[in-house]
């Protein structure tokens, strides 16, 4: 079994900025490799430059598809 786990991140939400980015950062175990935005703003630059994840993606299908993403936090609305 793989011992540290690469967490994506679907979406550029402020409960996953405040609580679950920093949680996956501190844990032994966690990489954060992906975060996703479906829109090109300027918040997934935000996010990028405050968070430093191996990659960024302009679409939820392209973290989704990434091969290397082992686990993904989806802090969207059941509506999206």
């Not at 935005?37 to 392209?62: L, R």
Request: proline share 5%; hydrophobic share 40%.
């Amino acid at each position: 079994m793989k011992k540290t786990l690469n967490w994506g991140v679907l979406g550029c939400s402020n409960i996953a900025d405040k609580a679950v980015i920093p949680a996956i950062k501190a844990a032994y175990n966690a990489n954060l490799y992906a975060i996703s935005s479906q829109s090109a703003s300027q918040k997934i630059e935000v996010f990028k430059n405050k968070h430093n994840p191996v990659k960024t993606f302009d679409s939820y299908d392209g973290l989704l598809n990434d091969s290397e993403v082992d686990v993904v936090y989806m802090p969207l609305p059941n509506s999206i």
